[in-house]
């Protein structure tokens, strides 16, 4: 088959390998209809995540048709178009049974925190990803979800990861009616994160960003207010401006490792790796927000130490939470808010490679070429 293979940093290819096997008898074989490349997949490409191995396969957003199942699976069959959340979960451990499937406690050997996920290094286990013509898909019992006979493909594929992501990052903010929300990011889970302020309740929804036509982007489809970060001197002192000296009720961090922060900052956590990446925009969050505020996190942090400012959140008062989405959780909700026209996931897709381009699509979404918000994969074998 063909699939994505990694080189090292900044180094992808298409290249043929062997098809995947049922290696398990609750395994699924799914022919890939539909990967994303996720902003998560940049830091992968960048070379900032421990124990990305040559020749891993990426790909946490897909949707595909199931081709083979093993003996115990029961809730699918060959020919069911489904869409593959990027967590790998059980179904039935003590995490699984709170809801919290980023956290399943037998998928991923390596770690106690996250779970197992499709194509993310062997810190999350070690799967390849979807960004390939087949997939094994684990525990299919329990992962994967049949596509509802009316919903887009290309719909279907944002419901693996960003808009669930985005969604979730707006929920962990306990979102009152009228609140004013910042998320700080305007990639695609920012984008989707100021959506879903809105469909929470939020009377105010700003976006910063210093990537221009991201911030245009965003305004348009979430309706928001945007800030460019390159022309305030003070963020804290900017947001609590406009904000009548307060701060805003709910900051959100869709960033992560690698946002742009001190020339120190960048120095030591995205080019030396001596922290978690830059701390930037967890400083900006803690400091925007108003006394007894929440700081929400769903932007990708590495697994050292990194410098937050936690005698500030002791003495605001602050309520941080953060975690990988569970997906599952959300798609019932998520499903019903596009059914009802409320949100069509797929107008952030801005553009659309064969995946024998992967080389060139990693390139012009990393580099923010051509206004690219979001990139979509299709396997040779696709026909529409």
Known sequence: MLAMNYRGPYRVRAVNKAEPEIEHPNDAIVRVTRSCICGSDLHLYHGLVPDTRVGMTFGHE???????????????????????????????CFFCKKELYSNCHNTNPEATAVGGIYGYSHTTGGYDGGQAEYVRVPMADVGPTVLPADMDIEDAVLLTDAFPTGYQAAEMGGIREGDTVVVFGAGPVGIFAAKSAWLLGAGRVIVVDHVDYRLEFVKRFAQCEIVNFKEVNDMAEHIKKMTDWLGADVCIDAVGAE??????????????????????????????????????????????????????????????????????????????????????????????????????????????LDNCIKPVLIPPSVTH
């Not at 081709?67 to 967590?87: I, M, R, T, W, Y």
């Not at 006394?291 to 050292?304: E, L």
Request: with cysteine; net charge positive.
């Open 62 to 92: 897909f949707t595909g048709i199931v081709e083979e199942v093993g003996p115990s699976v029961q809730n699918l069959k060959k020919g069911d178009h489904v869409l593959v959340p990027f967590n790998i979960f059980c179904g039935s």
């Open 259 to 368: 946002a742009v922060g001190s020339a120190l900052q960048h120095l030591t956590g995205v080019k030396l790796k001596l922290q978690a990446g830059s701390a930037i925009v967890l400083h900006w969050c803690i400091n925007s927000v108003r006394k007894g505020g929440t700081v929400s996190v769903v932007g990708v942090y590495g697994p050292t130490g990194n410098m937050v400012p936690i005698g500030n959140v002791v003495n605001k008062g602050l309520t941080i939470r953060a975690n990988q989405a569970s997906v599952k959780r959300h798609l019932p909700r998520l499903i019903e808010h596009i059914q009802a026209g409320r949100i069509k996931p797929s107008e952030i897709i801005t553009h659309r490679f064969p995946l024998d381009a992967v080389s060139d699509a990693y390139h012009i979404f990393s580099s923010k």
